[in-house]
């Protein structure tokens, strides 16, 4: 049995390398690199008219990334319609699955070798900003039709470092909240809701759990942010990623109150403190669990009770602004600054994102579709059961109702400082340490891993 202390560690370890939530990562990722033509695909379907092609010199564009074999085919349909519409331009695809992918990456782009086009992890967007090795769209943003559709939900370092806009999401996803609708309603429990805040939710959570002998939720606190953004909820952040060096604040009667809180869910056993694979939809010892929209196609198939999805609380306790986390990257379009094609790039950018035939064969492969014609071009094409149309509509639900939108900080040495603050928690969350030394100790680490990044 593998622990979830475990679990969690090694998920960490992963995440320090070159990651964040993915989407659609398929469990057939193979970790072997493939450059076939982009023309070697021929399942898609007829593109649009193409643009006209004269007086234009050829020009060839390389584009790379990373994923299983459903993304693999997608994008390289996709490329497909791009060149019969674009019939100037010839792209020639790389791609693997995502070990070594961001490590051949970096070295590509540290030393002159990078393709033109390529999907990067936003967990580096602010390390390849500051080594100025992408370009910065907003030098080129007439030429991006739907960018000012973008930016209320681009505030966020993922995309940005400093005023520079570095790269493009190919995918969106979100932290939702899944619950089982079959064991709510033999509970007699309403279903969560997109006005929850989490001390209401955790009344449903004890509520299911008293009624049907099950977990409530198998613990929000192994959700990447989810912290952070209880904390920012009541009115503080974790990290101040504007000071010199960034600073960590988390030994607070906030961060006092939100642990209180989840030890008196461990106590009635709502939520398991020291939980393991054993909890889960599949053992069907499980109402509610906190997931990434990019894996509910995996989830839905770990049990055959209808699921149901709402987004996460706005609140702690129903009281002050109503704070989100807008949806996230799942991986982002960036392109070299020393490309000989810019236009070209964003060319082919503006077609994988906004394209009509190119958002058809793409559909949720690389994420829900980040600009909002998009989405509602691609709910009109998926069936309003399927668990796509449902990944869509969620995520679009997550950038309504919030009173402010707001991303944690990530400046440099975050990933070594959120790994510190894991660890800590991980002691308190398995009584190695109460809960004054876990947040005296967080703190005190956090910020020696932001000032060794940031001397």
């Known amino acids: 049995m593998v622990s979830k202390r475990k679990r969690l560690s090694i998920s960490l370890s992963a995440l320090l390398v070159f990651s964040g939530i993915l989407a659609g990562c398929s469990s057939s990722d193979n970790g072997g690199e493939s450059t076939p033509s982009a023309s070697a695909s021929s399942s898609a379907a ?29 994008i390289q349909d996709a490329l497909v319609l791009f060149e019969k519409k674009y019939d100037w331009i010839t792209v020639k695809p790389t791609f693997s699955g995502f070990d070594g992918y961001g490590d051949k990456l970096t070295v590509q782009l540290s030393t002159d070798g990078a393709p033109d086009v390529f999907m990067f992890s936003r967990a580096v967007s602010q390390q390849f900003g500051k080594s100025d090795v992408l370009l910065n769209l907003y030098d080129h943003k007439d030429k991006i039709p ?15 470092y400093q005023d520079k806009l570095v790269g493009l999401a190919a995918g969106i996803t979100a932290n939702v909240v899944v619950y089982n609708k079959k064991l709510y309603d033999e509970a007699n429990v309403p279903y969560p809701t997109d006005d929850e805040s989490w001390k209401s939710l955790g009344e449903k959570w004890s509520s299911v759990h008293k009624a049907k002998d099950v977990y409530g939720d198998a613990g929000w606190f192994y959700m990447p942010d989810t912290f952070a953004l209880i904390m920012k909820q009541l009115g503080k952040e974790v990290v101040d990623g504007n000071a010199t060096p960034p600073t ?24 398991a403190r020291d939980s393991s694979d054993t909890i889960g939809f599949a053992s069907g010892n499980l109402a509610t669990a906190l997931s990434a929209t990019s894996v509910l196609p995996t989830t839905v198939t770990e049990t055959q009770d209808p699921l149901g999805f709402a987004t996460m609380p706005k609140t702690f306790d129903g009281t002050g602004s109503k704070v989100a986390i807008p949806p996230v990257p799942a991986g982002l379009w960036g392109i070299d600054k020393r490309t000989k094609h810019p236009e ?14 190119a958002i058809k064969a793409l559909q949720v492969t690389n994420g829900v579709p980040a600009v909002p014609a998009s989405q509602e071009l691609l709910k009109g094409q998926l069936a309003p059961e399927s668990i796509e149309a449902a990944m869509v509509d969620v995520v679009a639900r997550t950038q309504q109702g ?24 991980e002691n308190f969350i398995f009584k190695g340490s109460d809960l004054d030394k876990f947040l005296s100790t967080a703190e005190a680490e956090m910020n020696a891993a932001l000032k060794a990044a940031n001397p």
């Open 146 to 160: 739907y960018l000012a559709d973008l930016e209320p939900f681009m505030e966020s370092p993922y995309y940005k």
């Open 46 to 74: 007829t593109s649009e008219s193409p643009a006209a092609s004269e007086n234009k010199e050829p020009v060839t564009l390389e584009i790379s990334w990373w994923g299983g074999d459903p993304r693999h085919k997608a």
């Open 344 to 357: 070209e790039s964003i060319l082919l950018i503006n077609f994988l994102m906004s394209d009509p035939d």
């Open 248 to 271: 960590a604040v988390v030994n607070t009667e906030e961060a006092k109150k939100i642990w209180q809180w989840t030890e008196g869910l461990w106590a009635d056993k709502s939520v």
């Open 402 to 425: 919030a009173d402010e939108y707001w991303s944690p900080a990530q400046p440099l040495g975050i990933g070594e400082a959120n790994a510190a603050f894991t660890t800590q928690m």
